[in-house]
């Protein structure tokens, strides 16, 4: 039971530390801003993650593109792992390291934001996706651990939760993205909620 306990005090110490930070709450806050501002001139929301973050990239995405917390138009958001015949295809015939950067090539175009995901701020496949980002015009968001890794030195927003221990960034990720996706989905859609 302790162990639970713990876990539980853990958690709850790392969210605390961002419900006391108003620099991190306003780089929440920006990044709900630039995903509107790219939505609002036709553009597209990327994200990508591996393991874990893959599935927190997949439920952000979908959060946008379906619904939120009432009914409205889509949004486009899409996260990149998840048409697995091309991940195979290119991860045999290319690298793991090019399977995000080489979709954002293909799919993302100038104005398009793409979301990163990775506890550690060091997935060599982010890393890629965020050079290729740069020579296109694509803002880059960063969810990482405390140190943001080298994914901060790409980033126009980064959201390094303050903690080291995977689980803990994690379930902040997760939090901070369905903040986000409320903040994106009230500016663009509030006016249609009951």
Known sequence: MNRIIESIQQSIETKKQI????VFQNR???TARLLVESLRNGGKIHFCGNGGSAADAQHLAAELSGRFYFDRPPLNAEALHCNT?????????????????RLIRGTG?????LVGISTSGNSKNIVKAYEVC?????SVVSLTGETGGIMKDFSDVLLNVPS???PRIQESHIL???IICELVETEMFGHLRK
């Open 164 to 166: 080291k221990d995977t």
């Open 109 to 113: 175009k100038k104005g398009d934001v």
């Open 19 to 22: 419900l006391e930070d108003s």
């Open 85 to 101: 015949s091309y991940l195979t295809a290119v991860g045999n015939d290319y690298g793991y390291d090019l399977i995000f950067s």
């Open 176 to 178: 901070i993205g369905h």
């Open 134 to 138: 740069k020579e296109m015009g694509i």
């Open 28 to 30: 929440i806050a920006d």
